[in-house]
């Protein structure tokens, strides 16, 4: 697909748009739980780490051999820099994504495997529709070795940043998908 093809294409309301590096183009549906639980994660980094932190959401960071990503949530060393446009890998301290019904296997197992590679010391799955949050820690070339599983409503979590500082997650406020109405 060219580039002319993309700018000029008008892609489906609610869809997130990701262009890869090997011209595969994902869209991906937003949804409201979605939304809401990154706010409420940025919420929580304002009252954790203040105002001025750097943190990012849904903005791409720069990683080697073109595996941009744009995570949901990203916390950035305090001292980060900007090459260009965009951070890169080794100034994040923690990554969070938020398990989408179309994006669970990419969450659960391929971003494990891309962040631990890559040595983020900090990955957070957080998933509205299993109602948990799963905190991996110690990164290796595969994966991450300790992956700890906490439910949403069993209050504050602590997660010590590789910088001293603590991004604490409040595990009672992250919204939970409301029912579905039945329209019968």
Known sequence: MSVDVVVHTEFPEGY???????GKVIMTPRSFEHSSTIKSMQYDTIVSLGRRAKTASDVYIDFPADENSAPALAILREDARR????YGFEDVLLISEVVSTSSARKDYDDCTAKYGRYGIPVYLVVDPYAQEVVLHTQPTDTGYIAAHTHKYGTGKLPIPLADGRTFTLDLDELPRPEPEEDTR
Do not use: H, M
Request: charged content about 35%; proline content about 0%; aromatic content about 10%.
């Open 16 to 22: 997130t748009v990701l262009f890869g590096a090997d």
């Open 83 to 86: 090459d260009g446009k965009r």
